[in-house]
């Protein structure tokens, strides 16, 4: 069975109709929240990510704020405007499928998270001592993790007394996980690791195998409809940078 694992899609249509081009077949959809916040498409996203197959998804903590579990104030001037934003495009709709999502999912061998697995919608996993504080909170054999919007990998190991191992990961190049791990695919909607193209990850459970791929999609298309709904200019300035 192949599953697509994507996050931080943040309103971006063009990139995420990219990704699931680009990744069939797959039989089914884990999400790892931020679905919304920034791009000019929240409801079409909300909708599209809705009809994916065996979907399971988790808040972000943009999807957090726009329903009100946390307080907008709490972020960057940009990120508020868009937030800002959004409360009055958001259809009822759609704003009751983000409050039902969960915070944290645990199943088989896998948990989901948006941030981290000690504080799921808030926290960043950007190094390894980050991760190493992390390893303890879940007891699966991987955690998947979003929210920094750079794909990589951090494994437990075990056997050198406790160190974490950091992977930026090969693209399209299969490979497997052999110790307990924190992973995280990349964003769809807005990647921040100097390579604007929609990041995503592939699990096949036949053989354990995982394969990250980016693809390109239409920047100025989406640049174009962020300046058109009046968001913040960076918002658009940076999908070409991938920053
Ligand atoms: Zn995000």
Same mark, same amino acid.
């Given at each position: 069975m192949r599953t697509l694992i994507i996050s931080d899609i943040h309103a971006n249509l063009t990139a995420l109709n990219a990704v699931l081009a680009d990744a069939e077949p797959y039989d089914r959809v884990w999400c790892l929240g931020d679905v919304v916040g920034y791009g000019p498409d929240p409801n079409e996203c909300i909708e599209r990510v809705k009809s994916l197959p065996g979907l399971k998804c988790v808040k972000g903590n943009h999807d957090a704020a726009i329903i009100g579990?946390?307080?907008?104030?709490?972020?960057n001037l940009e990120a508020r405007a868009s937030l800002q934003w959004l409360e009055s495009e958001l259809k009822p709709a759609n704003r009751r499928w983000l409050s039902n999502l969960g915070e944290r999912l645990e199943f088989r061998d896998i948990t989901i998270v948006?941030? $981290?697995?000690?504080n799921p919608v808030w926290e960043?996993?950007?190094?390894r001592k980050a991760a190493k504080k992390n390893m303890s909170e879940f007891s699966t054999k991987v955690c998947l993790v979003g929210h920094t919007h750079v794909p990589q990998i951090y494994e437990f190991q075990?056997?050198?007394?406790?160190e974490i191992r950091h992977r930026q990961p090969a693209l399209d190049e299969t490979f497997q996980i052999n110790h307990k791990s924190i992973i995280n695919p990349g $964003?769809?909607?807005?990647?921040?690791?100097?390579?604007?193209r929609s990041s995503y990850l592939i699990y096949n459970s036949d053989d354990e195998s995982w394969v990250y791929h980016r693809v390109e999609y239409d920047i100025t298309k989406v640049q174009d409809r962020i300046l058109a709904a009046g968001l913040p200019q960076r918002h658009a300035s940076r999908l070409k940078s991938g920053w």
């Amino acid at each position: 069975m192949r599953t697509l694992i994507i996050s931080d899609i943040h309103a971006n249509l063009t990139a995420l109709n990219a990704v699931l081009a680009d990744a069939e077949p797959y039989d089914r959809v884990w999400c790892l929240g931020d679905v919304v916040g920034y791009g000019p498409d929240p409801n079409e996203c909300i909708e599209r990510v809705k009809s994916l197959p065996g979907l399971k998804c988790v808040k972000g903590n943009h999807d957090a704020a726009i329903i009100g579990d946390i307080d907008i104030n709490s972020f960057n001037l940009e990120a508020r405007a868009s937030l800002q934003w959004l409360e009055s495009e958001l259809k009822p709709a759609n704003r009751r499928w983000l409050s039902n999502l969960g915070e944290r999912l645990e199943f088989r061998d896998i948990t989901i998270v948006h941030g $981290s697995p000690s504080n799921p919608v808030w926290e960043y996993i950007m190094d390894r001592k980050a991760a190493k504080k992390n390893m303890s909170e879940f007891s699966t054999k991987v955690c998947l993790v979003g929210h920094t919007h750079v794909p990589q990998i951090y494994e437990f190991q075990a056997d050198t007394s406790g160190e974490i191992r950091h992977r930026q990961p090969a693209l399209d190049e299969t490979f497997q996980i052999n110790h307990k791990s924190i992973i995280n695919p990349g $964003s769809v909607g807005q990647p921040r690791d100097h390579d604007p193209r929609s990041s995503y990850l592939i699990y096949n459970s036949d053989d354990e195998s995982w394969v990250y791929h980016r693809v390109e999609y239409d920047i100025t298309k989406v640049q174009d409809r962020i300046l058109a709904a009046g968001l913040p200019q960076r918002h658009a300035s940076r999908l070409k940078s991938g920053w």
